[in-house]
């Protein structure tokens, strides 16, 4: 489809089944928010009209999944399931040991648990929530080396989720246990990270002799947007920009519930034997046999079609598009965006739509309440909530893959049109209640009258 070149954006599917949507009113929305602590995790799924509260597990399954789905091999031990699945992987990635997982989270707690006594530190461009808690767990301390276009949310640099590379020489310099990537850069507003960025913090782990690995969930959506935006990878297949990036590094964790577009599922894979070994005993201790690690043979299958179908060129430049007009509409109606727009959501930047909301006050919870009891719509604060030290004041609204159409992403930009029109009423929240970590996820809170 390289000569399409038409302004209208099509889904590159058709839909053959569907589900219907809950619509509440006003009072309905209100007591549910209230009965959730104000939290929009703590809501129903039944109370919510537009979910866009994760892309994680939410998407749509497309044919040839649900077909995988029905020939999964259920054998606890070397089923037929797991060795397409390794097969998969493998020629995804080029890495030999293969771990199958339940999640994402899964892997970060086993690599943590494994590989990092107490003590060590581990450097990211932007560690995400699950990641830093479980290496916090494990002792060790996790910091965060982004670019400083990265701080910017109006700065339209293509790759502002590289690692600053400046940073990254002091602290090896200093004495780093282990040097990840994120693909995409999820905290700092879904941006993507260049080949070139790749490359240069591998030649530097190699020659400190440190490992390098790379948090590669939405790593087809960050091969597009190299395919696109990064000089000289424009004619290359996106299943050969992808190995690539998997080249440079020593090993990976995938959750397969974002570019794998399934509901279940995860990977931690490495070319590291005497790492694959820990990886191995930890995973029996948590997740099950090697074998399946904690997934159904039907799950596994899903997966391995599913980190397929991600690298389609059309499904790809399908989903840039669709984000980037969310993005362009919101803009439209007052609503400020991490620019330029990512490939899995889009970013409001709550603390320039609400300048009188102070940080301490999350401007970012306010917004996501206000969307909610607007028009049902959830989305979820990337803040002071979620990170205490936060510069940037965000609420993703997050994009699930194939699963809503134009006309309901019109329908968000015009629920957020609304509470735009209004910004100087709306008002802060404060924290009830909250657990010892991610305290996102289970917080209470109040509005601040």
């Known amino acids: 489809m390289s000569d399409w070149n038409f302004k209208t954006i099509i889904e590159p599917f058709r839909i053959k089944a569907v589900e219907a949507i809950p619509i509440l ?6 007591a549910a928010l209230g009965a959730a602590g104000y939290n929009v995790f703590r809501l129903l799924a039944e109370t919510v009209t537009i979910d866009m509260l994760t892309d994680s597990g939410t998407g749509a399954m497309s044919a040839a ?4 789905l029905m020939i999964g091999d259920e054998s606890y ?18 890495y030999p040991y293969i771990f199958p997982v339940h999640q994402g989270r899964a892997a970060e707690r086993i690599l943590s648990r494994t590989v990092l006594p107490p003590g060590s530190i581990v450097v990211n461009n932007t560690h995400f929530d699950t990641t830093r808690a479980n ?4 002792g060790a301390l996790a910091v965060d080396l982004p670019v400083a276009a990265a701080g910017d949310p109006r700065d339209t640099s ?14 090896l310099e200093k004495g780093v246990t282990l040097v990840m990537l ?5 905290a700092a507003g879904g941006q993507p990270v260049s080949m070139g960025n790749i490359a240069a913090v591998s030649a530097r782990c190699r ?28 004619d290359i297949p996106l299943p050969e920009l992808a190995r690539q990036m998997f080249d440079l590094a020593d090993g990976c964790l995938i959750s397969a519930k974002k570019d794998g577009i399934a509901h279940i599922g995860g990977v931690l894979a490495t070319r590291k034997k005497d790492w694959a070994d820990l990886f191995r005993n930890e995973l029996i201790l948590g997740e099950g046999f090697p074998t399946y690690g904690g997934l159904a043979g039907r799950d596994l299958e899903c997966v391995a079609v599913g980190l397929e179908e991600a690298l389609d060129i059309d499904y790809l430049r399908y989903r840039a598009r669709s984000v980037a007009y969310f993005a362009e509409q919101l803009e439209r109606v007052g609503v400020p965006v991490v620019q330029p727009p990512g490939g899995h959501a889009v970013y409001a930047d709550a603390g320039r739509l609400f300048p009188h909301i102070p940080a301490e006050q999350f401007p970012g919870q306010a917004l996501v309440a206000a969307l909610y009891l607007e028009g049902g719509v959830r989305a979820v604060e990337i803040g002071s909530l979620m990170f205490p030290a936060a510069k940037l004041q965000l609420v993703r609204l997050a994009m699930p893959r194939r699963v809503y159409t134009q006309a309901h992403i019109d329908y968000v930009v015009e629920v957020a049109g609304r509470v735009a029109a209004r910004a100087a009423d709306v008002r802060g929240y404060r924290i009830v209640e909250e657990p010892p970590f991610l305290r996102h996820f289970s917080a209470t809170l109040a509005p601040i009258t």
């Open 25 to 30: 009113s006003r009072a309905q929305r209100e």
């Open 65 to 68: 999944q649900w077909a995988a």
């Open 77 to 94: 031990a070397g089923s037929r399931s797991f060795v397409r699945f390794e097969s998969v992987v493998k020629r995804l990635t080029g």
């Open 135 to 138: 290496i916090e767990q494990a």
């Open 158 to 171: 293509p790759f502002k989720g590289d690692m600053s590379l400046p940073a990254l020489d002091q602290a």
């Open 182 to 186: 994120t693909l995409t850069n999820n």
């Open 207 to 234: 020659a400190a002799g440190v490992p390098f690995f790379l948090d590669a969930a939405r790593f087809a959506e960050n091969a597009w947007f190299i395919h696109t935006r990064e000089p000289g990878y424009a």
